[in-house]
């Protein structure tokens, strides 16, 4: 993909989506890490029906704190990994108060520091929580960066790197939630739909997929 087609896609998905954020519901910086922590290797919506039973009572590092590890496991036991998740929850909740009064901090550096924060979770709350012009890359971006021929790369950190330098600085900011949006109800992995898709004249995928 050349740099006039790559131009012409970011431009498509602005006009469909001009203001794109995400699916998560959070009413803070912290609401939203813990939201992103736990949505790793579950749907948001998934995430979106635990939080919002506990975040109107539980939605500051004390009050999580308070709740505790067994009391947030209550919550969100219908989300996988759910133990593990709650250990890393309120492990995160300490690190917070302890280092950074009750802040979530505004680096990628600090935030992965923090258990169960990776780059892609660090990214999300930074581009997401702070407006930096991060990109994460999830496996639904990591799948239409190479299928599209946008940002093709053999690993995550390949594609993103790729899409920070091929994403004109305009589109940046808004670029993760654009792509992962696309990439989770049009370029879906098993079978995308190519003929409904807005972008399938820009997109070097060959085995463009036909109506049933």
């Known amino acids: 993909m050349n ?13 469909a989506n001009p203001a794109p954020t995400t699916e998560l519901a959070y009413a803070s910086p912290f609401q ?12 948001d919506r998934a995430v979106n029906l635990a939080t919002q039973r506990f ?3 539980y939605g500051t590092p004390e009050a999580l704190l308070a709740l505790g ?40 550096e600090a935030l992965e520091t923090l258990p169960g ?14 407006g930096h012009p991060t990109i994460a890359v999830d496996t639904h971006i990591f799948r239409v960066a190479n ?5 093709p790369g053999k ?27 696309h990439g989770r109800y049009v370029c879906v992995a098993r079978k995308p739909k190519c003929p409904e898709c ?4 820009l997109c070097d995928y060959t085995p463009k997929t036909t109506p049933r």
């Open 155 to 181: 690993t995550v950190l390949d594609v993103e790197k790729k899409l920070e330098k091929v994403t004109p600085a305009r589109f940046r900011k808004d670029a993760h939630h654009w792509l992962i949006l």
């Open 3 to 15: 740099t006039a087609k790559r131009i012409a896609l970011y431009e498509r998905l602005q006009a």
């Open 55 to 57: 975040f109107p009572l």
């Open 32 to 43: 939203l890490l813990i939201a992103v922590i736990l949505s790793a290797q579950a749907t």
């Open 147 to 151: 299928r599209t021929g946008l940002a």
């Open 69 to 108: 590890e067994e009391g947030l496991a209550e919550y969100i036991r219908t989300i996988g990994l759910y133990r593990t998740k709650a250990r890393n929850v309120i492990a995160t909740c300490e690190i917070l108060l302890r280092e950074h009064d009750g802040h979530v901090p505004q680096t990628r």
């Open 198 to 201: 807005g972008l399938a004249d």
């Open 117 to 130: 924060v990776g780059r892609k979770t660090a990214n999300v709350v930074l581009n997401t929580a702070f």
